[in-house]
């Protein structure tokens, strides 16, 4: 039979509270502050704010890809934006670079909501971006080429892991 899934405890570390200022990118700021927290390994569990504009991908039909889904173009959406929520994985690339998965949910001025995988510098915070950090211990998140899906994905690693 095959494994229908893989996973790895982890011990739960510092909870960061924090704020993105006026004019920071999303994810550009995310990744700074967890390196200024020296946080390499947790997650996104509470974020809101408000945006001066959006920037996100999204899955698409794609009959070329493996399992026939690809991700869109970039879209770009106008503010001013309400983020009503967003969650992330944080973890590092397989060159060790620090990485963030992140899926948020905004409304527009006309409260029609979008949705999707944002994207680093193309999402400037309005007023305020206010978050919560989980770090975790003892595991590794590694993104990489996944030859099942096709996509990078984050791949979790105990600290019995040797190699990732």
Known sequence: MRNIYTAHEAKMGRVVFGRLHPGADLIGGLLDMCRQKGIRYGYIPAIIGSLAKASFIYAVPDSQAMLNVSYSQPVEIQGPLEF?????????SGSGSAMIHFHGVVSDKDRKVHSGHFIE?????????????????QIRLVKSLDNETGFPLFKSYGEEDQEY
């Open 84 to 92: 009503i929520g967003g969650q992330g994985i944080i973890g590092v």
């Open 121 to 137: 510098g193309g999402n400037p915070i309005l007023a305020t971006m206010e978050v919560v950090i989980q770090e975790l211990n």
